[in-house]
């Protein structure tokens, strides 16, 4: 017997190992999906520099993440180098939590600076990172 063609339209989007694998990696809590869109949480799980570049790995292949949770993760100034980096790329997220991860003025300048080209970002909370006046 032929294989059975299947009809396009009837394929869903499967992510491929290496996603899955990257994912596992970065200590994924939750990965909500709705209409072929995603939200990925990532709360309280230590993200460190090669973290944060698995995370840009991802956001270069998974063009469904929308949503994006990082908060409480004490984000070093080496991680918010790579996140603003990652923002100027990226034309998929559109809501990305960042509260609580004490980045202070200096990560708020480097997270503008990766928001200047970036057009699709609608949301982003930056509550609880002690930004003072400099950072604003």
Known sequence: DAPKQQNISEKQHVPSKELDDAYKYLGQKEQLQKGGEHSLTLTGNAIDDSKAIVLRSILRMDTSLKSLDLSCNQLTKGVTLILSDILKDNQTIRTLDLSNNNLGD???????????????LTALNLSKNAIGENGI
């Open 106 to 120: 200096f990560g708020a300048i480097l997270l503008c600076n990766g928001l200047k080209s970036n057009s699709t």
